[in-house]
Protein backbone atom coordinates (compact mmCIF):
# COMPACT_ATOMS: atom_id res chain seq x y z
CA UNK A 1 0.00 0.00 0.00
CA UNK A 2 1.35 3.27 -0.86
CA UNK A 3 2.35 5.58 2.07
CA UNK A 4 0.14 8.65 2.31
CA UNK A 5 2.14 11.91 1.56
CA UNK A 6 3.49 13.95 4.75
CA UNK A 7 1.19 17.01 5.51
CA UNK A 8 4.50 18.80 6.75
CA UNK A 9 6.89 21.64 5.52
CA UNK A 10 9.18 19.20 4.25
CA UNK A 11 6.47 17.61 2.34
CA UNK A 12 5.40 20.58 1.07
CA UNK A 13 9.02 21.29 -0.29
CA UNK A 14 9.27 18.43 -2.47
CA UNK A 15 6.51 19.93 -4.54
CA UNK A 16 8.53 22.05 -5.85
CA UNK A 17 8.37 26.08 -6.60
CA UNK A 18 6.11 25.92 -9.62
CA UNK A 19 3.62 23.60 -7.73
CA UNK A 20 3.18 25.66 -4.44
CA UNK A 21 3.47 28.78 -6.87
CA UNK A 22 0.32 27.68 -8.78
CA UNK A 23 -1.39 26.52 -5.62
CA UNK A 24 -0.79 30.09 -3.92
CA UNK A 25 -1.58 32.30 -6.62
CA UNK A 26 -5.09 29.88 -6.98
CA UNK A 27 -5.71 30.61 -2.61
CA UNK A 28 -4.77 34.15 -3.37
CA UNK A 29 -7.20 34.65 -5.80
CA UNK A 30 -10.16 33.23 -4.01
CA UNK A 31 -8.93 34.49 -0.84
CA UNK A 32 -8.40 38.55 -0.18
CA UNK A 33 -7.02 38.36 3.03
CA UNK A 34 -4.17 35.94 1.75
CA UNK A 35 -3.51 37.93 -1.22
CA UNK A 36 -2.72 40.71 0.82
CA UNK A 37 -0.51 38.25 2.92
CA UNK A 38 1.13 36.89 -0.45
CA UNK A 39 1.52 40.65 -1.74
CA UNK A 40 3.28 41.54 1.23
CA UNK A 41 6.04 38.52 1.07
CA UNK A 42 6.78 39.58 -2.81
CA UNK A 43 7.49 42.75 -1.80
CA UNK A 44 9.49 41.67 1.03
CA UNK A 45 12.21 40.62 -1.82
CA UNK A 46 12.66 44.05 -2.62
CA UNK A 47 13.58 45.23 1.07
CA UNK A 48 11.80 46.45 4.01
CA UNK A 49 10.75 49.85 2.47
CA UNK A 50 8.24 48.26 -0.19
CA UNK A 51 6.69 46.17 2.56
CA UNK A 52 5.90 49.41 4.89
CA UNK A 53 4.65 51.26 1.66
CA UNK A 54 1.85 48.36 1.86
CA UNK A 55 1.21 48.67 5.38
CA UNK A 56 1.21 52.19 5.45
CA UNK A 57 -1.60 52.49 2.50
CA UNK A 58 -3.71 50.17 5.22
CA UNK A 59 -2.75 52.28 8.04
CA UNK A 60 -3.72 55.32 6.44
CA UNK A 61 -6.86 53.95 5.29
CA UNK A 62 -7.43 52.80 8.86
CA UNK A 63 -7.28 56.57 10.05
CA UNK A 64 -9.13 58.44 7.69
CA UNK A 65 -12.32 56.10 7.46
CA UNK A 66 -15.11 57.30 8.93
CA UNK A 67 -18.20 54.65 7.61
CA UNK A 68 -19.59 52.21 10.04
CA UNK A 69 -18.83 48.44 9.57
CA UNK A 70 -22.31 46.97 9.43
CA UNK A 71 -23.08 43.81 12.09
CA UNK A 72 -22.64 41.08 9.07
CA UNK A 73 -19.28 42.65 7.98
CA UNK A 74 -18.00 43.16 11.22
CA UNK A 75 -15.88 39.58 10.85
CA UNK A 76 -14.29 40.47 8.09
CA UNK A 77 -13.51 43.47 9.07
CA UNK A 78 -11.78 41.94 12.08
CA UNK A 79 -9.51 39.32 10.08
CA UNK A 80 -8.58 42.25 7.95
CA UNK A 81 -7.42 43.98 10.88
CA UNK A 82 -5.82 40.81 12.27
CA UNK A 83 -4.04 40.34 9.08
CA UNK A 84 -2.64 43.48 8.78
CA UNK A 85 -1.10 42.91 12.13
CA UNK A 86 0.46 39.86 11.40
CA UNK A 87 1.60 41.17 8.15
CA UNK A 88 3.65 44.14 10.02
CA UNK A 89 4.92 41.55 12.92
CA UNK A 90 6.09 38.84 10.31
CA UNK A 91 6.73 40.04 6.71
CA UNK A 92 8.52 43.50 8.67
CA UNK A 93 9.50 42.59 11.91
CA UNK A 94 11.45 39.86 10.55
CA UNK A 95 13.55 42.48 8.33
CA UNK A 96 13.23 45.27 10.51
CA UNK A 97 11.81 45.23 13.62
CA UNK A 98 12.10 49.41 14.46
CA UNK A 99 10.33 50.12 11.43
CA UNK A 100 7.53 47.21 12.29
CA UNK A 101 7.16 48.58 15.84
CA UNK A 102 6.61 52.02 14.36
CA UNK A 103 3.58 50.42 12.27
CA UNK A 104 1.85 48.26 15.40
CA UNK A 105 2.07 51.85 17.49
CA UNK A 106 0.74 53.46 14.57
CA UNK A 107 -1.82 50.59 14.27
CA UNK A 108 -2.61 50.60 18.44
CA UNK A 109 -3.27 54.16 18.05
CA UNK A 110 -6.16 53.46 14.87
CA UNK A 111 -7.99 51.95 17.87
CA UNK A 112 -10.38 54.68 19.24
CA UNK A 113 -11.46 55.36 15.43
CA UNK A 114 -11.62 51.85 14.83
CA UNK A 115 -14.16 51.60 17.96
CA UNK A 116 -16.59 54.19 16.58
CA UNK A 117 -16.87 52.38 13.91
CA UNK A 118 -17.68 49.23 14.51
CA UNK A 119 -19.92 47.45 17.34
CA UNK A 120 -17.76 45.30 19.42
CA UNK A 121 -19.40 44.01 22.19
CA UNK A 122 -17.67 40.81 21.86
CA UNK A 123 -14.00 42.13 22.25
CA UNK A 124 -12.95 40.33 18.54
CA UNK A 125 -11.32 43.47 17.24
CA UNK A 126 -9.82 44.41 20.67
CA UNK A 127 -8.42 40.83 21.02
CA UNK A 128 -6.65 42.09 17.14
CA UNK A 129 -5.26 45.07 19.44
CA UNK A 130 -4.11 43.23 22.00
CA UNK A 131 -2.12 40.61 19.76
CA UNK A 132 -0.45 43.49 17.95
CA UNK A 133 0.57 44.70 21.36
CA UNK A 134 1.93 40.86 22.61
CA UNK A 135 4.03 41.34 19.36
CA UNK A 136 5.23 44.63 20.13
CA UNK A 137 6.81 42.45 23.29
CA UNK A 138 8.37 39.77 21.13
CA UNK A 139 10.03 42.87 18.66
CA UNK A 140 11.17 44.69 21.36
CA UNK A 141 14.07 42.41 21.91
CA UNK A 142 15.18 42.74 18.48
CA UNK A 143 15.89 46.54 18.64
CA UNK A 144 19.75 47.81 18.33
CA UNK A 145 20.37 49.82 21.92
CA UNK A 146 20.33 53.08 19.71
CA UNK A 147 16.55 52.06 18.68
CA UNK A 148 15.68 51.04 22.30
CA UNK A 149 15.95 54.49 23.09
CA UNK A 150 13.56 55.98 21.24
CA UNK A 151 11.21 53.70 22.30
CA UNK A 152 9.49 56.15 24.96
CA UNK A 153 9.17 58.38 22.95
CA UNK A 154 7.16 56.90 20.20
CA UNK A 155 5.15 55.11 22.20
CA UNK A 156 3.67 58.58 24.10
CA UNK A 157 3.75 59.99 20.00
CA UNK A 158 1.10 57.37 18.91
CA UNK A 159 -0.55 56.59 22.33
CA UNK A 160 0.22 59.17 24.99
CA UNK A 161 -2.79 61.23 24.48
CA UNK A 162 -5.41 58.22 23.88
CA UNK A 163 -7.82 57.11 27.11
CA UNK A 164 -8.84 52.89 27.04
CA UNK A 165 -5.89 52.00 28.38
CA UNK A 166 -3.14 50.28 25.71
CA UNK A 167 -0.52 52.76 26.71
CA UNK A 168 -0.72 50.68 29.97
CA UNK A 169 -0.55 47.22 28.02
CA UNK A 170 1.94 48.78 25.62
CA UNK A 171 4.65 50.20 28.25
CA UNK A 172 4.46 46.65 30.05
CA UNK A 173 5.20 44.66 27.14
CA UNK A 174 8.19 47.44 25.96
CA UNK A 175 9.50 48.59 29.31
CA UNK A 176 11.75 45.51 29.96
CA UNK A 177 13.43 46.24 26.78
CA UNK A 178 13.92 50.10 27.21
CA UNK A 179 17.61 51.15 28.74
CA UNK A 180 17.67 52.34 32.13
CA UNK A 181 18.68 56.10 31.41
CA UNK A 182 15.74 55.84 28.85
CA UNK A 183 13.06 54.42 31.34
CA UNK A 184 14.39 57.07 34.05
CA UNK A 185 13.88 60.35 31.44
CA UNK A 186 10.26 58.44 30.06
CA UNK A 187 9.01 58.24 34.06
CA UNK A 188 9.86 62.04 34.55
CA UNK A 189 7.95 63.02 31.64
CA UNK A 190 4.84 60.69 32.68
CA UNK A 191 5.32 62.41 36.09
CA UNK A 192 4.86 65.82 34.31
CA UNK A 193 1.57 64.75 32.19
CA UNK A 194 0.22 63.74 34.97
CA UNK A 195 0.76 67.04 37.55
CA UNK A 196 -0.85 68.98 34.27
CA UNK A 197 -3.51 66.79 33.95
CA UNK A 198 -4.24 66.53 37.54
CA UNK A 199 -4.52 70.60 37.19
CA UNK A 200 -6.67 70.32 34.17
CA UNK A 201 -8.85 67.79 36.19
CA UNK A 202 -8.95 70.15 39.02
CA UNK A 203 -9.88 72.73 36.87
CA UNK A 204 -13.03 71.07 35.09
CA UNK A 205 -16.18 72.02 35.75
CA UNK A 206 -17.74 68.76 34.25
CA UNK A 207 -18.88 65.97 36.77
CA UNK A 208 -17.23 63.15 35.32
CA UNK A 209 -14.41 63.14 33.54
CA UNK A 210 -12.34 61.20 31.61
CA UNK A 211 -8.48 61.32 32.73
CA UNK A 212 -5.22 60.33 31.71
CA UNK A 213 -3.44 60.93 34.59
CA UNK A 214 -4.35 57.50 36.52
CA UNK A 215 -2.80 55.69 33.21
CA UNK A 216 0.45 58.10 33.26
CA UNK A 217 0.73 57.39 37.18
CA UNK A 218 0.28 53.17 36.14
CA UNK A 219 2.93 53.40 33.71
CA UNK A 220 5.15 55.46 35.65
CA UNK A 221 4.73 52.41 38.64
CA UNK A 222 5.63 49.75 35.25
CA UNK A 223 8.70 51.89 34.38
CA UNK A 224 9.64 51.48 38.40
CA UNK A 225 9.21 47.66 38.28
CA UNK A 226 11.49 47.17 34.95
CA UNK A 227 14.30 49.36 36.72
CA UNK A 228 14.09 46.95 40.41
CA UNK A 229 13.33 50.05 42.16
CA UNK A 230 10.92 48.51 44.47
CA UNK A 231 10.74 51.35 46.79
CA UNK A 232 9.47 53.74 43.77
CA UNK A 233 6.96 51.08 43.48
CA UNK A 234 5.62 51.30 46.61
CA UNK A 235 6.13 54.77 46.78
CA UNK A 236 3.51 54.95 43.70
CA UNK A 237 1.18 52.51 45.05
CA UNK A 238 0.46 54.73 47.91
CA UNK A 239 0.01 57.64 45.96
CA UNK A 240 -3.11 56.13 44.50
CA UNK A 241 -6.42 56.14 46.01
CA UNK A 242 -7.27 53.03 48.61
CA UNK A 243 -9.57 51.52 46.19
CA UNK A 244 -7.41 51.34 42.91
CA UNK A 245 -4.62 50.15 45.56
CA UNK A 246 -3.63 46.31 45.03
CA UNK A 247 -2.11 45.73 48.93
CA UNK A 248 -1.86 41.99 48.27
CA UNK A 249 -0.07 42.31 45.45
CA UNK A 250 2.10 44.85 46.68
CA UNK A 251 2.85 42.41 49.93
CA UNK A 252 3.42 39.23 48.06
CA UNK A 253 6.41 41.88 46.69
CA UNK A 254 7.75 42.95 49.32
CA UNK A 255 7.59 39.52 51.08
CA UNK A 256 9.72 38.40 47.93
CA UNK A 257 12.19 41.45 48.62
CA UNK A 258 12.49 39.88 52.33
CA UNK A 259 10.67 43.06 53.41
CA UNK A 260 8.31 41.55 55.65
CA UNK A 261 7.24 44.13 58.21
CA UNK A 262 6.41 46.11 55.24
CA UNK A 263 4.39 43.39 53.87
CA UNK A 264 2.75 42.72 56.93
CA UNK A 265 1.51 46.40 56.87
CA UNK A 266 0.33 45.66 53.04
CA UNK A 267 -1.73 43.10 54.17
CA UNK A 268 -3.80 44.48 56.24
CA UNK A 269 -4.84 47.06 54.39
CA UNK A 270 -6.99 44.74 52.96
CA UNK A 271 -10.04 46.02 52.77
CA UNK A 272 -12.58 43.22 52.46
CA UNK A 273 -15.56 44.10 49.61
CA UNK A 274 -18.85 43.26 48.85
CA UNK A 275 -18.39 41.24 45.54
CA UNK A 276 -21.19 40.20 43.54
CA UNK A 277 -21.95 36.38 44.26
CA UNK A 278 -23.62 34.53 41.35
CA UNK A 279 -26.33 32.00 42.49
CA UNK A 280 -24.51 28.94 42.47
CA UNK A 281 -21.44 30.02 44.42
CA UNK A 282 -24.01 31.87 47.44
CA UNK A 283 -23.83 28.12 49.15
CA UNK A 284 -19.64 27.99 49.57
CA UNK A 285 -18.61 31.47 49.18
CA UNK A 286 -16.03 32.12 51.92
CA UNK A 287 -17.39 33.66 54.96
CA UNK A 288 -14.58 35.82 57.33
CA UNK A 289 -11.57 36.93 56.25
CA UNK A 290 -10.90 36.14 52.55
CA UNK A 291 -8.62 32.33 52.98
CA UNK A 292 -5.91 33.55 50.45
CA UNK A 293 -5.21 37.05 52.29
CA UNK A 294 -5.03 34.63 55.50
CA UNK A 295 -2.72 32.55 53.36
CA UNK A 296 -0.50 35.27 52.76
CA UNK A 297 -0.53 37.23 56.14
CA UNK A 298 0.35 34.25 58.07
CA UNK A 299 3.66 33.63 54.99
CA UNK A 300 4.29 36.49 56.30
CA UNK A 301 4.17 36.21 60.31
CA UNK A 302 6.16 32.91 59.53
CA UNK A 303 8.96 35.17 58.01
CA UNK A 304 8.75 37.23 61.10
CA UNK A 305 9.70 34.13 63.45
CA UNK A 306 5.83 34.69 64.52
CA UNK A 307 4.37 31.08 64.23
CA UNK A 308 1.96 31.16 66.74
CA UNK A 309 -0.02 34.08 65.22
CA UNK A 310 0.35 32.63 61.86
CA UNK A 311 -1.08 29.58 63.21
CA UNK A 312 -4.13 31.02 65.17
CA UNK A 313 -4.61 33.16 61.60
CA UNK A 314 -4.76 29.94 59.46
CA UNK A 315 -7.05 28.39 62.26
CA UNK A 316 -9.08 31.10 62.13
CA UNK A 317 -9.80 31.66 58.84
CA UNK A 318 -10.11 28.10 58.25
CA UNK A 319 -13.20 27.75 60.84
CA UNK A 320 -14.93 30.65 59.19
CA UNK A 321 -14.71 29.60 55.14
CA UNK A 322 -14.06 25.35 55.75
CA UNK A 323 -11.66 26.22 52.98
CA UNK A 324 -9.41 23.14 52.33
CA UNK A 325 -6.42 25.14 51.19
CA UNK A 326 -5.85 27.14 54.24
CA UNK A 327 -6.39 23.75 56.52
CA UNK A 328 -3.51 21.92 54.59
CA UNK A 329 -1.25 24.95 55.06
CA UNK A 330 -2.31 24.92 58.78
CA UNK A 331 -1.88 20.83 59.75
CA UNK A 332 1.59 21.42 57.19
CA UNK A 333 3.23 23.85 59.81
CA UNK A 334 2.47 21.54 62.40
CA UNK A 335 4.42 19.30 63.96
CA UNK A 336 4.75 15.29 63.43
CA UNK A 337 2.14 13.67 64.26
CA UNK A 338 -0.30 16.76 65.32
CA UNK A 339 -1.48 16.69 62.34
CA UNK A 340 -4.00 14.03 62.79
CA UNK A 341 -5.69 15.34 65.94
CA UNK A 342 -5.75 18.72 63.99
CA UNK A 343 -7.53 17.27 61.20
CA UNK A 344 -10.50 15.38 63.75
CA UNK A 345 -10.65 18.79 65.55
CA UNK A 346 -11.07 20.38 61.34
CA UNK A 347 -13.76 18.35 60.69
CA UNK A 348 -15.64 18.06 63.38
CA UNK A 349 -15.74 21.68 63.18
CA UNK A 350 -17.27 21.36 59.67
CA UNK A 351 -19.82 18.68 60.35
CA UNK A 352 -21.28 20.78 62.66
CA UNK A 353 -21.10 23.89 61.03
CA UNK A 354 -24.26 25.88 59.80
CA UNK A 355 -22.54 26.51 56.20
CA UNK A 356 -23.55 22.77 55.04
CA UNK A 357 -21.89 23.29 51.01
CA UNK A 358 -18.84 24.80 52.37
CA UNK A 359 -18.53 21.78 54.54
CA UNK A 360 -19.25 19.18 51.78
CA UNK A 361 -16.76 20.76 49.43
CA UNK A 362 -14.18 20.66 52.28
CA UNK A 363 -14.80 17.07 52.51
CA UNK A 364 -15.05 16.18 48.33
CA UNK A 365 -11.79 18.25 48.56
CA UNK A 366 -9.88 16.34 50.93
CA UNK A 367 -11.20 13.68 50.18
CA UNK A 368 -13.01 12.12 52.90
CA UNK A 369 -16.03 10.97 50.98
CA UNK A 370 -17.24 8.64 54.22
CA UNK A 371 -17.63 11.91 55.44
CA UNK A 372 -19.22 13.67 53.12
CA UNK A 373 -21.81 11.05 52.89
CA UNK A 374 -22.82 10.99 56.83
CA UNK A 375 -23.28 15.07 56.42
CA UNK A 376 -25.45 14.40 53.61
CA UNK A 377 -27.61 12.11 55.81
CA UNK A 378 -27.47 14.00 59.07
CA UNK A 379 -28.52 17.12 57.22
CA UNK A 380 -31.35 14.77 54.63
CA UNK A 381 -33.95 17.49 54.94
CA UNK A 382 -31.74 20.78 54.71
CA UNK A 383 -30.74 20.28 50.66
CA UNK A 384 -31.80 22.78 48.21
CA UNK A 385 -32.23 21.09 44.93
CA UNK A 386 -31.89 24.52 43.66
CA UNK A 387 -28.27 24.06 44.27
CA UNK A 388 -28.20 22.13 40.92
CA UNK A 389 -24.27 23.99 40.01
CA UNK A 390 -23.03 22.07 43.17
CA UNK A 391 -25.48 18.84 44.12
CA UNK A 392 -24.90 16.53 41.16
CA UNK A 393 -21.34 16.11 41.01
CA UNK A 394 -21.87 15.40 44.62
CA UNK A 395 -24.12 12.85 44.59
CA UNK A 396 -22.21 11.87 41.39
CA UNK A 397 -18.94 10.99 43.35
CA UNK A 398 -20.53 9.41 46.00
CA UNK A 399 -23.20 6.73 44.16
CA UNK A 400 -20.46 4.13 44.05
CA UNK A 401 -19.71 3.65 47.80
CA UNK A 402 -22.31 5.78 49.40
CA UNK A 403 -25.40 5.02 47.84
CA UNK A 404 -28.11 5.76 50.36
CA UNK A 405 -26.03 9.52 50.19
CA UNK A 406 -26.14 10.33 46.49
CA UNK A 407 -30.15 8.97 46.88
CA UNK A 408 -31.17 12.27 49.30
CA UNK A 409 -29.32 14.66 47.06
CA UNK A 410 -30.58 13.21 43.53
CA UNK A 411 -33.99 13.10 44.88
CA UNK A 412 -33.42 17.12 46.54
CA UNK A 413 -32.53 17.75 42.72
CA UNK A 414 -35.58 16.14 41.33
CA UNK A 415 -38.03 17.60 44.10
CA UNK A 416 -36.87 20.84 42.97
CA UNK A 417 -37.20 20.71 39.43
CA UNK A 418 -40.52 19.10 39.33
CA UNK A 419 -42.34 21.25 42.31
CA UNK A 420 -41.31 24.00 40.07
CA UNK A 421 -42.22 22.68 36.73
CA UNK A 422 -38.89 23.57 35.32
CA UNK A 423 -39.58 22.17 32.14
CA UNK A 424 -35.99 23.01 30.41
CA UNK A 425 -34.38 20.43 33.21
CA UNK A 426 -36.75 17.71 33.14
CA UNK A 427 -34.18 15.65 31.03
CA UNK A 428 -32.09 16.45 34.21
CA UNK A 429 -34.70 15.21 36.37
CA UNK A 430 -35.15 11.61 34.28
CA UNK A 431 -31.38 11.30 34.55
CA UNK A 432 -31.82 11.71 37.97
CA UNK A 433 -34.76 9.47 38.27
CA UNK A 434 -32.92 6.90 36.74
CA UNK A 435 -29.86 7.26 39.29
CA UNK A 436 -32.20 6.56 41.82
CA UNK A 437 -33.69 3.60 39.93
CA UNK A 438 -30.50 1.89 39.86
CA UNK A 439 -29.29 2.69 43.25
CA UNK A 440 -32.46 1.60 45.09
CA UNK A 441 -30.84 -2.03 43.84
CA UNK A 442 -27.32 -1.46 46.38
CA UNK A 443 -29.82 0.05 49.39
CA UNK A 444 -31.02 -2.92 51.98
CA UNK A 445 -34.45 -2.51 52.91
CA UNK A 446 -33.60 -1.96 56.71
CA UNK A 447 -31.50 1.11 55.69
CA UNK A 448 -34.15 3.35 54.53
CA UNK A 449 -36.17 3.58 57.95
CA UNK A 450 -32.37 2.98 59.71
CA UNK A 451 -31.61 6.62 58.66
CA UNK A 452 -35.08 8.21 58.10
CA UNK A 453 -35.88 7.66 54.18
CA UNK A 454 -38.85 6.88 53.04
CA UNK A 455 -38.13 3.43 50.57
CA UNK A 456 -37.80 4.14 47.03
CA UNK A 457 -40.95 2.38 45.70
CA UNK A 458 -43.34 4.90 48.38
CA UNK A 459 -40.81 7.74 46.98
CA UNK A 460 -41.59 6.52 43.53
CA UNK A 461 -45.61 6.24 43.97
CA UNK A 462 -45.42 9.48 45.91
CA UNK A 463 -43.78 11.48 42.82
CA UNK A 464 -46.26 9.65 40.54
CA UNK A 465 -49.13 10.79 42.30
CA UNK A 466 -48.38 14.48 43.03
CA UNK A 467 -46.35 15.21 39.82
CA UNK A 468 -48.24 12.48 37.14
CA UNK A 469 -49.80 15.52 35.12
CA UNK A 470 -46.51 16.77 33.97
CA UNK A 471 -46.33 14.61 30.46
CA UNK A 472 -43.17 15.85 29.76
CA UNK A 473 -41.00 14.50 32.09
CA UNK A 474 -42.52 11.53 32.39
CA UNK A 475 -42.20 10.98 28.67
CA UNK A 476 -38.59 10.83 29.11
CA UNK A 477 -38.09 7.60 30.96
CA UNK A 478 -38.06 4.84 29.09
Do not use: C
Not at 111 to 131: A, N
Not at 300 to 326: H, M, N
Request: zero cysteines; charged letters at 30%; a neutral charge.
Amino acid sequence: MARKPAYSLDGLRELGADALARIVFEEAERNPLFRKQVKAAMAGQQGPAAVAKLIDRRLAALETARSFIDWNKARAFRDDLATAVATIASQLGNIAPAMAIDRLLRFVATHEKVFERVDDSHGQVQDVYEVAIEHLEGLAPKLTPDEAVLLPDRVMAALGDTSHGYLIGTARAVAPHVPPAALQAWSADLQQRQKAQEAKDKASKEQYVISNARQYHEVRQIIADALGDLDAYVRLEAEKHPNLQDPMALAERLLAAGRAEAALDWVRREKPVNRYVAFSDEATAPAGMAPDRASLEAKILDALGRKPEAQALRWKAFAASLDADILREYTKALPDFEDFKALDRAFDHAMTSPRLYAALILFLRWPRRDLAANLVIRNRKKWDGGQYHILPGVAEALEHDYALAATVLYRALLDDILAKARSKAYGFGARYLTALDRLALDIAESEWSANGLEGHADYRAKLKAQHGRKAGFWSLLT
